[in-house]
């Protein structure tokens, strides 16, 4: 009966938009749990029982909150589903791991490292200096930019398609960053290969996150960045922080400037709250100093 229910569940999902494949996974693992035991209709207790054998706190709060959600849809149609508590496993910790700024040097050196992979000649140099160089001129996702395909390059930017939260967005480039993808797409048309990729291999395929993450770490090797960050190493997803910080810093700092900026960053960066864009930005020296002559302004202007 459980197995029934979830099914109905997935396909209303998934024909929201959400592809749902992790959130599937833990429930099929709870509804085998729960139907082993005879239950037919979702209860609290097994749902607790099944969360508290997961490894870490973490997991466990993950697991409740994901049956109770199926739980309050369940309920809805029929109040035999039990739905519990949000806070039965305790309230969550979010931990954030502190990004790492790149400086325009550090940036500079990472892609001239890049470029300088061998075999020397051949398409790999060209291209991940030109992936990382996009990624510290966009803010993309490095999910986002392995999935661009030769025709999302357009007169007017970029296309990013069905990205995190199932929207598309145009990214207009600025002109240097633009020459530097014209040149690459040079040397990308010339490489015989059925793969529409942006990105891909000197064999012609498309490029997998695992295969670019060992590159980026030889190149904090080359360029003395291992370990640059108080012991750990900087991220490919910290040039996505980077531009949002350094786009910050660039903003004419009145309120409502930057409040169309925060506006228009939101969007560029894909996020679909305004919110998640606060998440992304990091106090610089840069932008502590202009807080700093914003507060004295204010308290001179307050004091005349």
Request: glycine residues 6%; positive net charge.
């Amino acid at each position: 009966m459980l197995s029934k229910y979830l099914a109905k569940y997935v396909d209303q999902q998934q024909s929201l938009g959400f592809k749902f494949r992790v959130q599937q996974i833990l429930l099929r693992g709870y509804v085998g749990f729960a139907e082993e035991r005879g239950d037919r209709h979702i209860r609290s207790a097994r749902v607790l029982a099944w969360a508290a054998r997961a490894p870490s706190p973490e997991q466990r709060r993950n697991r409740l909150l994901t049956v109770r959600r199926f739980a309050l849809a369940m309920h809805a149609e029929n109040p035999r589903h039990q739905v519990p508590a949000a806070d039965a496993l305790g309230h969550a910790v979010v931990k954030r791991r502190s990004p790492y700024i790149y400086s325009a040097d550090e940036v500079a050196r990472l892609l001239r490292a890049a470029a300088e992979l061998r075999p020397a000649g051949s398409i790999r140099p060209t291209m991940y200096a030109t992936l990382f160089g996009l990624l510290t001129a966009t803010g993309m996702r490095i999910a986002e930019a392995l999935a661009l395909q030769i025709d999302d390059v357009t007169a007017d930017g970029l296309v990013v398609r069905q990205t995190k939260f199932q929207k598309s967005r145009l990214l207009p480039l600025h002109a240097t960053a633009r020459l530097a993808l014209d040149r690459y797409l040079v040397a990308r048309r010339l490489l015989t290969t059925t793969d529409r990729a942006l990105f891909v291999s000197v064999a012609g395929q498309s490029l997998p996150y695992n295969t670019v993450r060992r590159i980026f770490l030889q190149l904090l090797d080359g360029t003395n960045l291992r370990g640059a960050y108080s012991g750990r190493d900087p991220r490919i997803h910290d040039l996505r922080h980077t531009f949002a910080v350094r786009s910050l810093e660039q903003c004419r700092h009145d309120r409502a400037a930057v409040a169309r900026h925060i506006v228009a960053l939101s969007t560029y960066l894909g996020h679909a709250h305004v919110t998640d864009t606060y998440w992304y930005l990091q106090a610089t020296p840069a932008l502590m100093g202009q807080i700093a002559e914003a507060g004295e302004a204010l308290l001179i202007g307050g004091a005349a």
